[in-house]
């Protein structure tokens, strides 16, 4: 997909971080903006940054089914049509897998991976049936491809995220569809990941245990130590154009990909960096 300018942009997670980035480099590609995210006041904040650009916001929480209709409907009713369509949405809790309960599944399963799959059965039939081309970005994470200790059930979520990205590419390619799927896959990017416990619904809040504070201190370093969201952003945009399926942003992943997977292969645990 070449051309972007005049096009309709969805971004979930609009209100910072990797999806603030990506709104303003869409933006600065000359497309129209649908932009949803749980902060009111950021995700104003992302639309007034954006320029001169046409935007749309909504409050979206992306674990709700009926609240990513509602985003399509409006979308698709107010707009005309969507071409590229990024579920960014994304939260990290870390810990231990046997310190994680129902009630941090539930939180990191509906954004991370419901999220996705929302986003998928909501936008993905309209976008085939307008028949143009268009691109669906899942941003999975580096942990969707390395699981690492003390990534918890984020690893788990994020593996299923890649799963979902890998089976809705194979899905179009089989049937002729004109979409096509990128895997976003970032490392230590500088954005809020760590303080992800802002946007937890007070039904699922916990009691953090000290295993889940030393992986949410140790990702808040990694953070502000990591890249610009706006080189994730633009990594995207290249990605689109070249159709591009796995978006790695780091080169050294490749290595350890292959790593991984020859580990796999002799049937041992892989290592961890």
Same mark, same amino acid.
């Given at each position: ?14 209100a910072?971080g ?9 933006a ?15 995700l104003?904040r ?8 046409e935007?749309?916001t909504?409050?979206?929480d992306v ?15 107010e ?5 590229v369509?990024?579920?960014?949405a994304?939260v ?17 399963l509906g ?7 929302h986003?998928?059965h909501?936008?993905v ?36 995220a ?12 089989a ?8 895997a ?8 809020r ?6 946007t ?5 809040s916990?009691? #953090?245990?000290?295993?889940?504070v ?11 130590h990591?890249?610009e969201?706006?080189?994730?952003a633009?990594?995207?945009?290249s ?8 978006l790695l ?20 645990? #892989?290592?961890?960096?």
């Amino acid at each position: 997909m070449r051309e972007l300018s005049g096009k309709v942009a969805v971004v979930t997670g609009a209100a910072s971080g990797i999806g603030r980035a990506l709104a303003l480099r869409f933006a600065a590609e000359g497309m129209t903006l649908m932009l949803a995210d749980v902060d009111h006041g950021e995700l104003a904040r992302t639309a007034a940054l954006a320029g001169d650009a046409e935007v749309l916001t909504q409050i979206t929480d992306v674990s709700d089914a009926s609240a990513v209709r509602h985003l399509a409907n409006r979308c698709f009713g107010e707009l005309g049509a969507v071409h590229v369509l990024c579920n960014n949405a994304g939260v990290f809790q870390g810990g231990h897998m046997w310190t994680r309960d129902e009630d941090d599944f539930a939180w990191l399963l509906g954004v991370n991976l419901w999220g996705v799959l929302h986003g998928i059965h909501e936008f993905v039939p309209r976008m085939i049936e307008q028949d143009t081309e268009g691109h669906i970005v899942n941003t999975v994470s580096v942990a969707g491809l390395f699981a690492s200790p003390g990534t918890g059930g984020y690893a788990v979520t994020k593996y299923a995220a890649l799963a979902a990205s890998l089976a809705l590419a194979q899905d179009l390619a089989a049937t002729g569809a004109k979409l096509r799927v990128s895997a976003l896959c970032p490392g230590a990017v500088r954005t809020r990941i760590g303080d992800s416990d802002r946007t937890r619904p007070s039904s699922l809040s916990i009691t #953090p245990t000290p295993d889940e504070v030393e992986s949410r201190e140790w990702a808040g370093r990694a953070a502000e130590h990591g890249i610009e969201p706006s080189e994730v952003a633009d990594l995207v945009v290249s990605g689109i154009h070249d159709e591009r399926f796995l978006l790695l942003t780091d080169p050294r992943y490749e290595a350890r990909l292959r790593a991984q997977t020859e580990a796999l292969l002799t049937g041992s645990l #892989p290592g961890y960096q």
